[in-house]
């Protein structure tokens, strides 16, 4: 259960809970107090703010139970957050401050799970995210220790399987899906909390002996100082004293080269870079120090050390370092970035404390560098909002695409009786091209949700680009941004990728009115293509691993994005665009989801003022281009009054579909659930199923083909969905369902897909 610290101290650590002997561990933890007390006093504040502020989606989203939320809220968890701010300012918390911290998160988790559980399906499932906002804080905004906000996380872990399980029944996806976020989440939360007190403590235990030493050093120097008075007051003494003198001298000087030494061999050897600051610059560095700044020791003493912190940092450090040699006392632990000699951004953790170096003031610090660990931080949280932000975009695609159904398909019907001159035709095309618009903007949510690329053929991108640019939409961008040119630059030769020529598209899209908008006053747009072949992993925006690559680059010399937004610009709704010109911000968006969709990469380069490169990585498939085009008739998908049996829940899709199947030639019979479907199926006969994937309540499209086929095995079945495709849509599909068919539906979809269905 115990390990050793440092290899050059007896003290061990108890690696599970990571608690030093007693002596120490009382002194570690006055230390921790300390260093920790303002923190836990902003994140209570800012805990009551975002505990209660969040109100707001109660009313939003439930208002009919909003109040039984709000006393979960404004009763309950607030208060005793904002119990545990006051408390604080106590003299008594010092002994308390981890368990009250740990029972405040304790407590705001299951205040999280008591609202799924109230909250009415689905709208329940909004407030997963906020068990993921107690996670961070309890590991890593808290300074809860690691044995307290481990005990904390799992308990709050078996709480919401408790309430998923047996007290408010979660579908078994989301609940694995929730499962995997929430394990994994707490998961990484002990490795980084556990991470973050390990250090702590390690570098507590340099500091004391690092102060230990230098205590001994003071002590053997006046030692020193007090024989050579003695000696030298008694030098008119006989010889025999002076040599005694002398040779106390050589042992003293002995143990001080003995310390000097151990000291020199503590500092060399430390995985923290330790160095002296005086003068605004550095002085005496040890190896690690050399390596994190990639400077020489003769360097380091020309260059002034502010040179050496990110411009944005420069003013806070720069202050702090002066106000600590003036005797003031700003934090003597932070976080700031550096900028080595390669141009590397680093983050960096500082523990700083003043010293006296020859006769003058000067600090002494202990510099590590934590770029790993805020990355991960920064992506986790990313993961984590994307994830909530992509379940709830999917949620109110699938429901307009129920809506626009009507939009979209009935206009098609009623087309097919109208005579070619009737006045209706045109508002009719109208109604139709407007609900196929929305119907994009769906598909856009979708691909946010990264559930929006179903679609995989073989796609060469120079067809893509060009035929976007003899779109009417490139059409009416220019007309927008009449100063701006494009040119292209394609590849002759460039490989095919396998993918969705409507995704790709509408990428190549986002990109070039992006590059226009950054071009008020006019400029170029270049568009290229290229094979790329990777050998090894190339570190820009994000990793792009080995492999063999088509490449599109959209450049532009249009204003630059500045570096404080380049992280933001592909969030959901994030825009600096034109209102009217432009759309609600989910373009961008749109490209990360599709990019990776087709499990591709993404470099931004960018410079203010200079324009902006955007890079997107495609893996190349060897398969060969399919360019044989067909045009189909109605004539050729209609059927032979062969028997449809439509299971749809909700009644304007039964009525659609029914309708263009009605109009198409086939005996249609409808079921409004699962369990009318298996009940009617139990006494009759259809020749193929039209099967809703997604029903509430009762049994969804999955488990209704598995009753059916216990009836009738081999039953053939096409599946449709106003979603995507999913899991459960493949699973049908092994089981033996044929084409998975995407609402709102059109006559020639529905109608080409049936008819293969029955012929197969």
């Known amino acids: 259960m115990l390990t050793r610290l440092s290899p050059s101290d007896s003290i061990q650590i108890n690696w599970l809970t990571l608690s030093f002997a007693e002596d120490l561990e009382k002194a570690f933890e006055d230390h921790y107090f300390h260093t920790s007390l303002r923190q836990v006093r902003i994140a209570s504040a800012l805990g009551v703010f975002f505990y209660a502020i969040f109100g707001v989606l109660d009313a939003w989203l439930v208002p009919e139970v909003k109040l039984n939320l709000w006393f979960i809220r404004y009763v309950v968890v607030c208060p005793v957050v904002f119990m545990t701010f006051l408390l604080s300012f106590s003299r008594h918390f010092k002994k308390y401050m981890q368990l009250s911290i740990a029972s405040t998160v304790l407590l705001a988790g299951l205040g999280i799970i008591a609202m799924i559980i109230i909250a009415p399906y689905p709208a329940s499932h909004s407030y997963y995210a906020g068990l993921s906002l107690v996670f961070f804080y309890g590991y890593a905004f808290f300074k809860l220790r690691f044995v307290w906000a481990s005990l904390t996380g799992w308990i709050i872990v078996i709480a919401y399987e408790i309430a998923a399980i047996w007290l408010s029944p979660t579908p078994i996806p989301i609940l694995i899906n929730n499962n995997f976020f929430f394990l994994t989440g707490n998961i990484f939360g002990m490795f980084a909390c556990y991470s973050i007190e390990y250090y702590l403590r390690k570098e507590f235990l340099q500091a004391r002996l690092l102060q230990a030493e230098k205590k001994k050093v003071v002590d053997i120097n006046l030692d020193l100082e007090k024989r050579v008075a003695e000696r030298t007051a008694q030098m008119l003494k006989t010889n025999e004293e002076l040599k005694q003198e002398i040779s106390e001298r050589r042992r003293a000087e002995n143990a001080l080269r003995e310390s000097e030494e151990k000291y020199r061999l503590l500092v060399e050897n430390a995985d923290t870079a330790i160095f002296i600051a005086q003068d ?179 796609v060469n991108l120079n067809q893509v680009i060009k035929q976007y640019l003899a779109s009417p939409e490139y059409q009416k961008l220019l007309s927008f941004h009449s100063g701006i040119t494009v040119e292209r630059n394609l590849e002759p030769n460039l490989f095919s990728i396998s993918g969705s020529p409507v995704h790709l598209s509408k990428t190549i899209m986002n990109l070039v009115s992006n590059a226009a908008e950054a071009m008020p006053d006019g400029g170029r747009i270049i568009i290229s293509t290229d094979n790329h072949y990777v050998d090894t992993p190339i570190n820009a925006y994000e990793t792009i691993e080995e492999g063999d690559y088509v490449t599109v680059t959209v450049s532009d010399t249009g204003t630059g994005i500045p570096s404080v937004e380049i992280d933001k610009i592909f969030e959901p709704f994030y825009t600096k665009k ?88 086939y005996h249609v019979s409808l079921a409004a659930s699962g369990e009318e479907a298996v009940t009617y199926m139990k006494q009759k006969h259809a020749d193929l199923l039209v099967l809703d994937m997604i029903m509430n309540p009762g049994m969804d499209g999955l488990e209704t083909y598995k009753r059916i086929l216990e009836i009738h095995p081999g039953q053939k079945a096409v599946i449709a969905s106003g979603y995507s495709e999913t899991n459960r849509v493949k699973q049908a599909q092994k089981m033996g369902a044929r084409t998975y068919i995407k609402k709102p539906y059109s006559l020639e979809k529905i109608g080409v897909a049936i008819k293969n269905a029955l012929q197969e």
């Open 578 to 665: 034109i209102m009217g010109r432009s759309g609600p911000g989910l373009g961008m968006a749109v490209v990360w989801g599709t990019v990776k969709d087709h499990n591709g990469f993404i470099d931004v380069q960018s410079t203010l003022g200079k324009g902006t490169t955007f890079t997107l990585y495609f893996p190349i498939t060897r398969d060969k281009l399919d360019t044989k085009k067909s045009s189909l008739k109605i004539e050729d998908y209609k059927g032979n009054g062969e028997s449809i049996f439509i299971i749809d829940d909700i009644q304007e899709q039964r009525e659609i579909a029914s309708g263009m199947l009605k109009k198409m030639g």
């Open 280 to 458: 605004e610059v550095i002085k005496f560095p040890n190896p690690k120090t050399l390596e994190l700044i990639g400077y020489t020791e003769d360097e380091l003493i020309k260059v002034p050390f502010v040179n050496l912190i990110h411009p944005e940092d420069r003013a806070t450090v720069l202050e702090r370092h002066r106000s600590r040699l003036k005797g003031e006392k700003p934090p003597n632990s932070y976080t700031f970035r550096i900028v080595n000699k390669n141009g590397e951004k680093l983050w960096t953790q500082l523990n700083t404390v003043l010293i006296t170096w020859e006769g003058r003031p000067a600090t002494l610090n202990f510099l590590r560098d934590i770029t790993s660990q805020k990355k991960l931080e920064a992506e986790l949280q990313q993961a984590q909002k994307m994830e909530a932000i992509g379940t709830l975009a999917g949620g109110v695609a699938h429901d307009l695409n129920n809506i626009l159904s009507g939009i979209v398909s009935y206009p098609e019907l009623i087309l097919l009786d109208l005579p070619e001159n009737s006045p209706l035709r045109n508002p009719l095309l109208t109604i139709q091209e407007s609900g196929q618009k929305a119907a994009a903007i769906v598909q856009d949510l979708l691909t946010l949700a990264r559930r929006g690329v179903s679609v995989a053929e073989v």
